[in-house]
Protein backbone atom coordinates (compact mmCIF):
# COMPACT_ATOMS: atom_id res chain seq x y z
CA UNK A 1 0.00 0.00 0.00
CA UNK A 2 1.15 3.56 -0.91
CA UNK A 3 0.49 7.19 -0.48
CA UNK A 4 1.21 7.56 2.62
CA UNK A 5 3.10 9.72 4.63
CA UNK A 6 2.17 13.65 5.20
CA UNK A 7 2.56 15.63 2.07
CA UNK A 8 4.47 13.00 -0.14
CA UNK A 9 4.13 13.15 -3.73
CA UNK A 10 4.24 9.62 -5.17
CA UNK A 11 6.75 9.58 -7.90
CA UNK A 12 4.75 7.54 -10.07
CA UNK A 13 1.33 6.25 -10.29
CA UNK A 14 0.12 2.72 -9.69
CA UNK A 15 -1.09 2.70 -13.46
CA UNK A 16 2.79 3.82 -14.77
CA UNK A 17 4.49 1.21 -12.32
CA UNK A 18 2.26 -1.69 -13.56
CA UNK A 19 3.58 -1.06 -16.70
CA UNK A 20 7.08 -1.78 -15.51
CA UNK A 21 5.48 -5.05 -13.69
CA UNK A 22 4.09 -6.35 -17.29
CA UNK A 23 8.14 -6.75 -17.98
CA UNK A 24 8.19 -10.95 -17.34
CA UNK A 25 11.61 -11.13 -18.40
CA UNK A 26 13.50 -8.80 -16.36
CA UNK A 27 13.73 -11.10 -13.04
CA UNK A 28 14.66 -14.01 -15.62
CA UNK A 29 17.30 -12.18 -17.71
CA UNK A 30 18.64 -10.47 -13.91
CA UNK A 31 19.56 -14.27 -12.69
CA UNK A 32 20.19 -15.93 -15.82
CA UNK A 33 21.56 -13.65 -18.18
CA UNK A 34 20.00 -12.18 -21.41
CA UNK A 35 19.83 -15.01 -24.20
CA UNK A 36 17.55 -16.06 -26.46
CA UNK A 37 14.34 -17.41 -24.98
CA UNK A 38 12.52 -20.75 -26.26
CA UNK A 39 9.23 -21.45 -24.28
CA UNK A 40 8.39 -25.25 -23.89
CA UNK A 41 5.34 -27.23 -22.57
CA UNK A 42 6.80 -30.46 -21.24
CA UNK A 43 4.01 -32.49 -21.64
CA UNK A 44 3.88 -31.85 -25.29
CA UNK A 45 5.85 -34.50 -26.92
CA UNK A 46 5.94 -32.81 -30.65
CA UNK A 47 7.66 -29.23 -28.96
CA UNK A 48 9.64 -30.88 -27.35
CA UNK A 49 11.07 -32.93 -29.93
CA UNK A 50 11.03 -29.70 -32.24
CA UNK A 51 12.75 -27.75 -29.23
CA UNK A 52 15.72 -30.60 -29.46
CA UNK A 53 16.36 -30.90 -32.99
CA UNK A 54 16.65 -27.17 -33.06
CA UNK A 55 18.95 -26.80 -30.13
CA UNK A 56 20.78 -29.99 -31.82
CA UNK A 57 21.53 -27.44 -35.05
CA UNK A 58 23.39 -25.14 -33.07
CA UNK A 59 27.02 -24.11 -32.73
CA UNK A 60 29.38 -24.55 -29.94
CA UNK A 61 29.01 -21.80 -27.52
CA UNK A 62 25.29 -20.78 -28.30
CA UNK A 63 23.08 -19.75 -25.01
CA UNK A 64 19.54 -20.85 -24.91
CA UNK A 65 16.86 -19.74 -21.84
CA UNK A 66 14.38 -22.57 -22.31
CA UNK A 67 11.16 -21.51 -19.97
CA UNK A 68 9.58 -25.34 -19.29
CA UNK A 69 5.73 -25.28 -18.51
CA UNK A 70 5.42 -28.15 -16.25
CA UNK A 71 2.20 -30.15 -15.42
CA UNK A 72 1.01 -30.67 -12.18
CA UNK A 73 -0.74 -33.10 -12.02
CA UNK A 74 1.27 -35.11 -14.82
CA UNK A 75 4.50 -34.60 -12.78
CA UNK A 76 2.95 -35.76 -9.79
CA UNK A 77 1.67 -39.01 -11.72
CA UNK A 78 4.67 -39.99 -13.04
CA UNK A 79 5.88 -39.86 -9.68
CA UNK A 80 4.06 -41.73 -8.50
CA UNK A 81 4.08 -44.91 -10.92
CA UNK A 82 8.20 -44.97 -10.34
CA UNK A 83 7.61 -44.81 -6.27
CA UNK A 84 5.40 -47.85 -7.06
CA UNK A 85 7.68 -49.39 -9.56
CA UNK A 86 11.06 -48.79 -8.26
CA UNK A 87 10.58 -47.02 -4.99
CA UNK A 88 12.69 -44.05 -5.61
CA UNK A 89 11.31 -40.56 -6.90
CA UNK A 90 11.95 -39.09 -9.93
CA UNK A 91 11.32 -35.24 -11.19
CA UNK A 92 9.46 -36.87 -13.92
CA UNK A 93 9.27 -34.81 -17.35
CA UNK A 94 11.88 -31.89 -16.87
CA UNK A 95 13.60 -35.00 -15.81
CA UNK A 96 13.82 -36.80 -19.04
CA UNK A 97 14.25 -33.52 -20.90
CA UNK A 98 17.10 -32.33 -18.64
CA UNK A 99 18.71 -35.69 -19.99
CA UNK A 100 17.60 -35.55 -23.49
CA UNK A 101 19.33 -31.87 -23.36
CA UNK A 102 22.22 -33.41 -21.69
CA UNK A 103 22.76 -36.08 -24.81
CA UNK A 104 22.33 -33.41 -27.61
CA UNK A 105 25.60 -32.25 -25.80
CA UNK A 106 23.76 -28.90 -24.12
CA UNK A 107 25.02 -28.08 -20.60
CA UNK A 108 22.44 -26.98 -17.88
CA UNK A 109 24.62 -24.13 -16.16
CA UNK A 110 21.55 -22.75 -14.37
CA UNK A 111 18.34 -23.53 -13.75
CA UNK A 112 15.45 -21.61 -11.68
CA UNK A 113 11.60 -21.68 -10.62
CA UNK A 114 9.16 -18.87 -10.94
CA UNK A 115 6.35 -17.60 -9.40
CA UNK A 116 3.44 -17.12 -10.10
CA UNK A 117 4.33 -18.17 -13.93
CA UNK A 118 7.04 -16.72 -16.46
CA UNK A 119 4.48 -14.40 -17.57
CA UNK A 120 4.69 -12.41 -14.38
CA UNK A 121 8.19 -13.81 -13.08
CA UNK A 122 7.61 -11.95 -9.58
CA UNK A 123 9.32 -14.39 -7.28
CA UNK A 124 12.66 -16.54 -8.79
CA UNK A 125 14.41 -18.76 -6.85
CA UNK A 126 17.12 -21.90 -8.29
CA UNK A 127 15.25 -24.88 -8.41
CA UNK A 128 16.90 -26.87 -6.27
CA UNK A 129 16.36 -24.26 -3.08
CA UNK A 130 13.72 -25.89 -1.33
CA UNK A 131 14.10 -23.09 1.56
CA UNK A 132 13.43 -19.95 -0.71
CA UNK A 133 10.20 -22.21 -1.96
CA UNK A 134 9.09 -22.68 1.70
CA UNK A 135 9.78 -19.29 2.32
CA UNK A 136 8.25 -17.85 -0.51
CA UNK A 137 5.11 -19.85 0.41
CA UNK A 138 4.97 -19.51 4.27
CA UNK A 139 6.25 -16.06 4.63
CA UNK A 140 5.35 -13.84 1.86
CA UNK A 141 2.37 -15.11 -0.02
CA UNK A 142 0.09 -17.27 2.64
CA UNK A 143 0.43 -14.26 4.67
CA UNK A 144 -0.97 -12.13 1.80
CA UNK A 145 -3.87 -14.18 0.72
CA UNK A 146 -6.73 -12.14 2.25
CA UNK A 147 -7.14 -10.36 -1.58
CA UNK A 148 -7.75 -13.59 -3.40
CA UNK A 149 -11.20 -15.44 -4.02
CA UNK A 150 -12.34 -17.98 -1.53
CA UNK A 151 -11.47 -20.76 -4.20
CA UNK A 152 -7.84 -19.01 -4.52
CA UNK A 153 -7.07 -19.07 -0.48
CA UNK A 154 -7.87 -23.03 -0.91
CA UNK A 155 -5.88 -23.56 -3.47
CA UNK A 156 -2.70 -21.88 -2.00
CA UNK A 157 -3.83 -24.35 1.00
CA UNK A 158 -3.80 -27.28 -0.46
CA UNK A 159 -0.21 -26.00 -2.24
CA UNK A 160 0.85 -25.18 1.52
CA UNK A 161 -0.02 -28.94 2.43
CA UNK A 162 1.58 -30.42 -0.38
CA UNK A 163 4.76 -28.72 0.48
CA UNK A 164 4.08 -30.20 4.13
CA UNK A 165 3.78 -33.14 3.01
CA UNK A 166 6.80 -33.20 0.21
CA UNK A 167 9.30 -30.96 1.73
CA UNK A 168 11.21 -31.30 -1.23
CA UNK A 169 8.53 -30.59 -3.80
CA UNK A 170 9.72 -29.41 -7.17
CA UNK A 171 6.95 -31.05 -8.81
CA UNK A 172 4.81 -28.09 -7.76
CA UNK A 173 6.95 -25.54 -9.63
CA UNK A 174 4.50 -24.13 -12.94
CA UNK A 175 7.26 -22.87 -14.61
CA UNK A 176 11.23 -23.36 -14.94
CA UNK A 177 13.61 -21.39 -16.78
CA UNK A 178 17.00 -23.68 -17.60
CA UNK A 179 20.01 -21.96 -19.24
CA UNK A 180 21.64 -24.27 -21.43
CA UNK A 181 25.06 -23.92 -23.50
CA UNK A 182 26.30 -25.88 -26.20
CA UNK A 183 29.19 -28.04 -25.45
CA UNK B 1 24.06 -13.61 -8.96
CA UNK B 2 26.98 -15.31 -7.45
CA UNK B 3 28.76 -12.19 -8.18
CA UNK B 4 26.13 -10.18 -6.17
CA UNK B 5 26.38 -12.89 -2.86
CA UNK B 6 30.37 -12.68 -3.01
CA UNK B 7 30.19 -8.84 -3.26
CA UNK B 8 27.55 -9.15 -0.45
CA UNK B 9 29.85 -11.48 1.70
CA UNK B 10 32.72 -9.08 2.35
CA UNK B 11 30.48 -6.26 2.98
CA UNK B 12 28.06 -8.31 5.01
CA UNK B 13 31.36 -10.30 6.87
CA UNK B 14 29.06 -13.09 6.10
CA UNK B 15 29.62 -16.51 5.04
CA UNK B 16 26.36 -16.31 2.53
CA UNK B 17 25.07 -19.51 0.54
CA UNK B 18 25.52 -19.05 -3.11
CA UNK B 19 23.12 -21.87 -4.03
CA UNK B 20 20.10 -20.44 -2.46
CA UNK B 21 18.25 -17.12 -2.86
CA UNK B 22 15.05 -15.52 -3.31
CA UNK B 23 14.10 -12.68 -5.65
CA UNK B 24 11.27 -10.75 -5.33
CA UNK B 25 9.95 -7.87 -7.25
CA UNK B 26 10.84 -5.88 -10.38
CA UNK B 27 14.33 -6.00 -12.42
CA UNK B 28 13.48 -3.10 -13.56
CA UNK B 29 12.00 -1.07 -10.86
CA UNK B 30 12.80 -2.65 -7.06
CA UNK B 31 13.89 -5.84 -6.22
CA UNK B 32 14.50 -8.00 -2.48
CA UNK B 33 17.04 -10.52 -2.60
CA UNK B 34 16.73 -12.56 0.59
CA UNK B 35 19.88 -14.26 1.30
CA UNK B 36 20.98 -17.32 3.26
CA UNK B 37 23.67 -17.87 5.46
CA UNK B 38 25.49 -21.42 5.73
CA UNK B 39 23.44 -24.11 7.42
CA UNK B 40 20.73 -21.30 7.95
CA UNK B 41 17.31 -22.88 6.98
CA UNK B 42 16.03 -19.25 7.05
CA UNK B 43 17.40 -16.07 4.97
CA UNK B 44 19.23 -13.96 7.45
CA UNK B 45 19.35 -10.51 5.75
CA UNK B 46 17.83 -8.97 2.67
CA UNK B 47 19.10 -6.97 0.21
CA UNK B 48 16.92 -4.24 -1.66
CA UNK B 49 18.14 -3.04 -5.04
CA UNK B 50 16.48 -0.06 -6.96
CA UNK B 51 16.96 -0.37 -10.67
CA UNK B 52 16.04 3.30 -11.55
CA UNK B 53 16.73 6.85 -9.88
CA UNK B 54 13.04 7.06 -8.02
CA UNK B 55 13.31 3.72 -6.75
CA UNK B 56 16.78 4.47 -5.53
CA UNK B 57 15.46 7.42 -3.52
CA UNK B 58 12.99 5.13 -2.26
CA UNK B 59 15.20 2.94 -0.79
CA UNK B 60 17.91 5.52 0.66
CA UNK B 61 15.02 7.06 2.49
CA UNK B 62 13.54 3.51 4.01
CA UNK B 63 17.78 3.01 4.84
CA UNK B 64 17.28 5.79 6.41
CA UNK B 65 14.14 5.28 8.52
CA UNK B 66 16.14 1.96 9.26
CA UNK B 67 19.17 3.72 10.82
CA UNK B 68 17.09 6.46 12.56
CA UNK B 69 14.93 4.16 14.11
CA UNK B 70 17.92 1.54 15.58
CA UNK B 71 19.20 4.79 17.78
CA UNK B 72 15.55 3.83 19.87
CA UNK B 73 15.34 0.50 22.53
CA UNK B 74 11.51 0.32 22.73
CA UNK B 75 10.11 -2.20 24.56
CA UNK B 76 8.73 -4.61 22.29
CA UNK B 77 8.52 -3.09 19.60
CA UNK B 78 11.80 -4.28 17.10
CA UNK B 79 12.24 -3.68 13.44
CA UNK B 80 14.71 -5.69 11.01
CA UNK B 81 18.55 -3.95 11.50
CA UNK B 82 20.58 -2.47 9.11
CA UNK B 83 23.17 -4.34 7.71
CA UNK B 84 25.74 -2.07 5.31
CA UNK B 85 25.33 -0.96 1.85
CA UNK B 86 26.95 -1.82 -1.51
CA UNK B 87 26.83 -0.05 -5.24
CA UNK B 88 25.57 -2.77 -7.92
CA UNK B 89 25.37 -2.26 -11.58
CA UNK B 90 25.08 1.85 -10.73
CA UNK B 91 22.79 1.81 -7.79
CA UNK B 92 23.36 1.90 -4.59
CA UNK B 93 21.52 -1.20 -2.67
CA UNK B 94 20.75 -2.09 1.00
CA UNK B 95 20.92 -4.98 3.31
CA UNK B 96 18.77 -5.33 6.16
CA UNK B 97 18.31 -8.20 8.96
CA UNK B 98 15.21 -10.33 8.16
CA UNK B 99 13.21 -10.95 10.88
CA UNK B 100 10.86 -13.68 10.80
CA UNK B 101 7.24 -13.46 12.55
CA UNK B 102 3.31 -13.83 12.42
CA UNK B 103 2.44 -10.96 10.00
CA UNK B 104 -0.71 -9.14 10.79
CA UNK B 105 -1.97 -9.52 7.50
CA UNK B 106 -3.36 -12.90 7.94
CA UNK B 107 -5.81 -11.33 10.78
CA UNK B 108 -7.80 -9.41 8.18
CA UNK B 109 -9.94 -12.45 7.03
CA UNK B 110 -11.08 -12.62 11.25
CA UNK B 111 -12.24 -9.03 11.09
CA UNK B 112 -14.62 -8.95 8.15
CA UNK B 113 -17.44 -7.86 9.61
CA UNK B 114 -16.33 -6.39 13.16
CA UNK B 115 -12.60 -5.41 13.60
CA UNK B 116 -11.37 -7.32 16.60
CA UNK B 117 -10.81 -4.73 19.19
CA UNK B 118 -7.94 -6.11 20.46
CA UNK B 119 -5.76 -5.46 17.66
CA UNK B 120 -6.65 -2.35 17.88
CA UNK B 121 -5.57 -2.00 21.37
CA UNK B 122 -2.32 -3.67 20.93
CA UNK B 123 -1.37 -1.15 18.30
CA UNK B 124 -2.63 1.61 20.57
CA UNK B 125 -0.34 0.07 22.96
CA UNK B 126 2.66 -0.89 21.11
CA UNK B 127 2.23 3.00 19.64
CA UNK B 128 1.83 4.13 23.14
CA UNK B 129 5.40 2.44 23.92
CA UNK B 130 6.77 3.82 20.80
CA UNK B 131 5.57 7.95 21.95
CA UNK B 132 7.17 7.06 25.41
CA UNK B 133 10.59 6.02 23.62
CA UNK B 134 10.90 8.35 20.84
CA UNK B 135 9.27 11.92 21.54
CA UNK B 136 11.19 14.82 22.28
CA UNK B 137 12.33 16.58 25.67
CA UNK B 138 9.68 19.42 25.57
CA UNK B 139 6.14 19.58 24.48
CA UNK B 140 5.12 22.10 21.55
CA UNK B 141 4.38 25.37 22.72
CA UNK B 142 0.88 25.14 24.95
CA UNK B 143 0.46 21.43 23.91
CA UNK B 144 0.01 18.33 25.80
CA UNK B 145 2.50 16.25 23.85
CA UNK B 146 5.57 16.25 21.75
CA UNK B 147 7.16 15.44 18.57
CA UNK B 148 8.21 11.46 18.49
CA UNK B 149 9.21 8.97 16.06
CA UNK B 150 6.53 8.60 13.19
CA UNK B 151 6.67 5.49 10.99
CA UNK B 152 4.18 6.93 8.21
CA UNK B 153 3.06 3.61 6.71
CA UNK B 154 1.73 1.80 9.76
CA UNK B 155 -0.51 -0.68 8.54
CA UNK B 156 -1.38 -3.77 9.20
CA UNK B 157 0.70 -4.81 5.86
CA UNK B 158 4.26 -3.60 7.73
CA UNK B 159 3.60 -5.51 10.80
CA UNK B 160 4.47 -8.36 12.88
CA UNK B 161 4.41 -10.17 15.40
CA UNK B 162 7.52 -11.94 17.31
CA UNK B 163 6.16 -13.50 20.72
CA UNK B 164 5.11 -10.69 22.82
CA UNK B 165 6.97 -8.23 20.30
CA UNK B 166 5.63 -5.93 17.65
CA UNK B 167 7.84 -6.15 14.44
CA UNK B 168 7.55 -2.80 12.21
CA UNK B 169 8.87 -3.25 8.85
CA UNK B 170 9.27 -0.49 6.02
CA UNK B 171 10.80 2.33 7.27
CA UNK B 172 10.30 4.47 4.20
CA UNK B 173 7.85 7.28 5.13
CA UNK B 174 9.63 7.46 8.83
CA UNK B 175 10.82 10.47 10.24
CA UNK B 176 12.00 10.87 14.05
CA UNK B 177 9.78 14.30 14.50
CA UNK B 178 6.53 13.22 13.36
CA UNK B 179 3.06 13.71 15.66
CA UNK B 180 1.86 11.53 17.61
CA UNK B 181 -1.29 9.54 17.38
CA UNK B 182 -1.02 9.92 13.08
CA UNK B 183 0.60 6.46 13.51
CA UNK B 184 -2.80 5.15 14.82
CA UNK B 185 -5.02 6.74 12.60
CA UNK B 186 -3.12 5.86 9.83
CA UNK B 187 -3.78 2.12 10.88
CA UNK B 188 -7.34 2.20 11.42
CA UNK B 189 -8.11 3.98 7.95
CA UNK B 190 -5.95 1.44 5.88
CA UNK B 191 -7.26 -1.45 8.07
CA UNK B 192 -10.36 -0.27 6.22
CA UNK B 193 -8.91 -0.17 2.78
CA UNK B 194 -7.66 -3.80 3.28
CA UNK B 195 -10.87 -5.05 4.10
CA UNK B 196 -12.41 -3.76 0.79
CA UNK B 197 -9.63 -5.49 -1.07
CA UNK B 198 -10.57 -9.18 0.76
CA UNK B 199 -11.88 -11.60 -2.09
CA UNK B 200 -10.79 -9.44 -5.36
CA UNK B 201 -7.55 -11.72 -6.90
CA UNK B 202 -8.67 -14.72 -8.23
CA UNK B 203 -6.38 -17.84 -10.08
CA UNK B 204 -5.46 -15.16 -12.64
CA UNK B 205 -2.84 -14.40 -10.49
CA UNK B 206 -1.55 -17.90 -10.32
CA UNK B 207 -1.56 -18.20 -14.47
CA UNK B 208 0.51 -15.34 -14.54
CA UNK B 209 -2.56 -13.65 -16.41
CA UNK B 210 -3.67 -11.08 -13.84
CA UNK B 211 -4.40 -7.63 -15.64
CA UNK B 212 -2.89 -4.73 -13.61
CA UNK B 213 -4.87 -2.38 -15.67
CA UNK B 214 -7.88 -4.29 -14.46
CA UNK B 215 -6.63 -4.31 -10.94
CA UNK B 216 -9.71 -4.66 -8.90
CA UNK B 217 -7.79 -3.78 -5.86
CA UNK B 218 -8.04 -0.10 -3.92
CA UNK B 219 -4.99 1.12 -2.56
CA UNK B 220 -5.99 4.76 -1.83
CA UNK B 221 -8.74 5.29 0.66
CA UNK B 222 -11.85 6.76 0.23
CA UNK B 223 -14.37 9.10 1.72
CA UNK B 224 -16.31 6.21 2.82
CA UNK B 225 -13.83 5.07 4.62
CA UNK B 226 -13.56 8.34 6.47
CA UNK B 227 -17.06 8.12 6.99
CA UNK B 228 -16.89 4.23 8.69
CA UNK B 229 -13.61 4.02 10.72
CA UNK B 230 -14.49 7.89 12.00
CA UNK B 231 -18.31 9.00 12.08
CA UNK B 232 -20.98 6.81 11.24
CA UNK B 233 -22.21 4.80 14.93
CA UNK B 234 -21.07 1.12 14.60
CA UNK B 235 -18.54 -1.55 15.45
CA UNK B 236 -15.59 -0.50 13.43
CA UNK B 237 -16.01 3.65 14.85
CA UNK B 238 -16.34 2.71 18.40
CA UNK B 239 -13.31 0.35 18.26
CA UNK B 240 -11.52 3.12 16.59
CA UNK B 241 -12.50 5.26 19.33
CA UNK B 242 -11.75 3.12 22.02
CA UNK B 243 -8.30 2.55 20.46
CA UNK B 244 -7.68 6.70 20.42
CA UNK B 245 -8.71 7.07 23.83
CA UNK B 246 -6.76 4.52 25.31
CA UNK B 247 -3.32 5.65 23.14
CA UNK B 248 -3.97 9.20 24.46
CA UNK B 249 -4.70 8.33 28.01
CA UNK B 250 -1.86 6.67 28.06
CA UNK B 251 0.52 9.26 26.45
CA UNK B 252 -0.92 12.18 28.49
CA UNK B 253 -2.55 13.80 25.53
CA UNK B 254 -5.52 16.15 26.41
CA UNK B 255 -8.88 16.31 24.79
CA UNK B 256 -8.16 19.16 23.13
CA UNK B 257 -5.19 18.19 21.38
CA UNK B 258 -6.72 15.15 20.60
CA UNK B 259 -9.12 16.77 18.63
CA UNK B 260 -6.55 18.84 17.22
CA UNK B 261 -4.29 16.20 15.91
CA UNK B 262 -7.38 14.59 14.80
CA UNK B 263 -8.25 17.76 12.80
CA UNK B 264 -4.74 18.41 11.38
CA UNK B 265 -4.47 14.12 10.00
CA UNK B 266 -7.92 15.05 8.20
CA UNK B 267 -7.01 17.46 6.67
CA UNK B 268 -3.39 16.11 5.16
CA UNK B 269 -5.69 13.16 4.00
CA UNK B 270 -7.66 16.49 1.98
CA UNK B 271 -6.23 14.33 -1.20
CA UNK B 272 -9.07 11.84 -0.51
CA UNK B 273 -11.39 12.15 -3.12
CA UNK B 274 -15.02 13.31 -1.78
CA UNK B 275 -13.32 15.15 1.57
CA UNK B 276 -13.92 18.23 1.29
CA UNK B 277 -13.64 20.72 4.34
CA UNK B 278 -16.15 20.28 6.62
CA UNK B 279 -15.67 16.56 6.90
CA UNK B 280 -12.93 16.99 9.92
CA UNK B 281 -15.88 18.52 12.03
CA UNK B 282 -17.85 15.52 11.32
CA UNK B 283 -15.10 13.22 12.46
CA UNK B 284 -14.68 15.21 15.86
CA UNK B 285 -17.88 15.51 16.50
CA UNK B 286 -18.23 11.51 16.61
CA UNK B 287 -15.11 11.74 18.76
Redesign the interface.
Known sequence: ????????QR??S??E??D?????L??V???LGEHRVERLRLIHAQERERLLRGLAACSPGEARIVVCRLGIARELVSRAVFWARLGVGLDGSLHRFRKAVNEIEWSEVGSIAVF?????A?????T??H??HH??IR??L???????????RL?LGIYMLLLRLFPSASFLY??VCLRIEKR | MKTFIDHAQSILGMDLDTSRYLVVGNARWKRSVFLYEQGRAEPTVVAKMPANEVAQQQCDREYSGLKSFAKYSIQDVIAPRPKGEMVFGGFKCYFQQVIISDQWLGRLLRSRRRPRRKDFLAAAAYLTRVYESTRFPNVDDGRSFARCFQHGDFWMGNLGQKGSSLVIYDFEYSRHDGLPLFDLLQFALYFRVALKNIGKVGTEIARGSYDRKEEKREFNPSVEDVAVMFVEPGPFRETVAASIQSYCARCGINREDSAMLLREYIEQNRGISGLAPGWENKVLQAH
Do not use: E, V, W
Open positions: MRQKGPSDPMDTAAIHLDPSNFFLPSFDSRFCFPADCSFLQIFPRRYSLTLSTLRD
